[in-house]
């Protein structure tokens, strides 16, 4: 398996996001890191417009391929590196976001679980979660089928509680979504061939253009919720304030 973290360097709420300075090191080298510590894949990338990341990256041993500035999404860059000669032996490629320092090594294991099993041609992952964020547009909700397949994601209430009633219903129900990606080759080619979808445009969100298209995207679901992505300086300083009981603990 082939796992790619893709950064780009034109973050707008969080300036020169990949490069900022994260526990002494750069974000992005922190996520390689983490990723090369799960021993998920057989080789990990970082995939970059920036000759600033690739740099920082190489300097701290890593491997980067440089690819297009004008991607729209983290699967369109992921894409670009899966299509190169060099990595055409992968039939599997996960994709772990560059800002996810403390994604949690389950829902990268599964995720890819999804796919190399031959369950589905794509694979995430979902953390079991408070009803509290139904309330939180900027928690992206999943709902699944009986058999793990993702039939929505949304920054709605999903699944809407029409009846307090029904709150033991309701909660076990209830799954925060981790943006980590898998894909069979062919699926992550597939996707970045559609053209967007209205659904994608108005939440906001990439993974509902294969669902509306059909392709079955199967959410391995963990315990453990993680700490959340980088976009702001707020999320920055909380992220650098864990690192240590983090750098600690279990990985």
């Known amino acids: 398996m082939l796992a790619v973290i893709p950064a780009r360097l034109g973050a707008t709420r969080l300036p020169r996001k990949p490069l900022r300075d994260l526990a002494g090191k750069p974000l992005v080298v922190r996520v390689w890191e983490r ?22 990256v190489a300097a701290a041993g890593g491997e980067c391929v440089m690819t297009r500035a004008d991607h729209p999404s983290g699967t369109d860059r992921v894409a670009e590196v899966a299509a190169l000669r060099d990595f055409n032996r992968y039939d599997a490629i996960v994709n772990v976001q560059g800002d996810e320092p403390y994604v949690p090594r389950g829902a990268v294991l599964g995720a890819a679980e999804m796919v190399s099993s031959g369950r589905f041609p794509l694979g995430t992952a979902a953390a079991r979660a408070d009803r509290a964020i139904l309330g939180t547009p900027n928690v992206v909700k999943v709902v ?73 995207m199967g959410v391995a679901t963990i315990t453990e919720l993680p700490l959340g992505g980088i976009d702001t300086e707020d999320d920055l300083a909380r992220a650098s304030a864990h690192w240590q009981d983090f750098s600690r603990g279990p990985r």
Not at 39 to 48: G, H, I, L, Y
Not at 165 to 183: F, K, N, S, T
Request: hydrophobic letters at 45%.
């Open 35 to 56: 990723v090369q510590a799960m021993n998920v894949a057989d080789r990990c990338v970082v995939a970059t417009d920036s000759e600033e990341v690739a740099s920082a």
């Open 144 to 216: 699944t089928a009986d058999d793990g397949r993702a039939l929505y994601f949304s920054r709605a209430s999903i699944p809407f509680l029409r009846d307090e009633h029904d709150v033991g219903l309701a909660d076990p129900l209830v799954r925060q979504h981790i943006g980590v990606y898998a894909y069979t080759r062919d699926a992550l080619l597939r996707w970045v061939a559609l053209p967007q979808h209205p659904l994608e445009q108005v939440e906001r969100l990439e993974q509902l253009r294969p669902l509306a298209a059909g392709i079955a």
